[in-house]
């Protein structure tokens, strides 16, 4: 059985925690069954069709991106290919499964500070969320504000009155007489949203009252942007130095849990892809081509490789203008794909392979093309699956449903994670 740091003092808490249903909504009673759930990206549905998804491994799937616009009045799909959302929506419900959409992500949440900061734009924006939920016969919306008093991407609109800004509108979202029958999500940053003084906030109890759970995001916590390589989706990093620490999912969970949020309303964000990085053999065997491969090593920012098919070589300028290259990233049929693993999710010929044992997370190293790949598997699946059961969450959420092989992950984080 796997040991976490800090998981007694969890497990302590959750013993205590209660099932009631929302108290400041009456109309929508919380029934707290397990959430298996992934994000479907309408951009890749040539390559993961509707009737290609496992939908009986899922409870919920929420559909992205609908991104949020300079008009309050309006979100756009335009890049999420809205003609196929009314096929998701009814190919969800034939299957059982809560059908969401989710609005903002990394490069469409710009405009969400100026949607809810005063209570003119609140209630716009309510009929905004509203009228997309009524016209698709949405289950539920999952709002996915990266980040509240946060630049983002780098252009955002943000202030300090972000975090109560959106608590407001989502109390008032919950007295609406559409929104009082959502399934309300938030997609989260690894630690508690910046409140007023910049930093993480302390008590965010009301939003344990409006939403159904919130979904940590435990990836891209290492990446291109580091100082070295390190692992996009950490199990844990209080078994680290110091300067290893970036987040996890052991210190993210704790720290929403400290600021309000019952661990049976989190749910786990899990990554079906890694980060690339090229690294020099000599960084990344220090004792010789047959010596074990390193963890948190330096590499060479200024040549991002290309990722799988997913990734686009070329992208030109981001929403904010900024020029950007390949983001470098391999989902986990595209480590097969490229060569890094077998089909069964071994180290391929001529890899070297490390298992992290305090991130529980594994890296494979191409010594010819000096790619470095951290990412997940079975194992790190299993673990996380692990943690999920022990600790008392609700359960896990994948970016992305098509980033899987097999459904080798998903499989293996429902197997230990306490799914039938």
Known sequence: MWV?????????????????????????????????????????????PLDKVSWSKYTHVT?????????????????????????FVSTAHKNNVKALVSVGGWTGGLYY??????????????????????????DGIDFDWEYPNNAG??????GPNDVANFLSFLQELRSDPVGSKLFLTAATSIFPWADASGNSATNLTGFAHVLDYIAIMNYDVWGPWSATTGPNGPLNDTCTSSANKAGSAVSGVAAWHAAGIPFDQIVLGVPGYGHSFRVAPKDALPHGADGALATFVKFDANDQPVGDSWDDPDPG?????NPQGPEGD????????????????????????????????????NQTSQVYV???????????????????LRGFAMWETGGDYKDTLIDSIRSTGGFS
């Open 4 to 48: 976490f740091l800090v998981l007694a003092a969890v497990l302590t808490v959750y013993g205590s925690a209660t099932c009631e249903a929302l108290s400041h909504n009456p109309k929508h009673t919380r029934v707290k069954d397990l959430v298996a759930a992934s994000w479907y990206t309408g951009w890749h549905a040539g390559d993961v």
């Open 63 to 87: 559909y992205s991106f609908a991104e949020t616009a300079p008009n309050v009045n309006n979100l756009s799909l335009a890049d999420s290919d809205i003609e196929l959302l009314p096929q």
């Open 113 to 138: 500070s100026a949607n809810v900061a005063n209570a003119a734009n609140r209630t716009a924006f309510i009929k905004t969320i509203t009228g997309l939920a009524t016209n698709y016969s949405l």
């Open 153 to 158: 991407i780098g252009c955002n609109t943000f």
């Open 317 to 321: 300028p981001d929403e904010c203008g």
């Open 330 to 365: 391999f989902d986990y049929w595209g480590l097969i794909d490229g060569g890094f693993l077998t089909q069964e999710g071994k180290a391929a010929k001529g890899i070297v392979y490390v298992y992290d044992t305090c991130s529980q997370t594994p890296a494979v190293y």
């Open 374 to 392: 951290s990412y997940d598997d079975a194992k790190s699946f299993a673990a996380k699956g692990q943690f999920i059961k022990s600790t008392g």
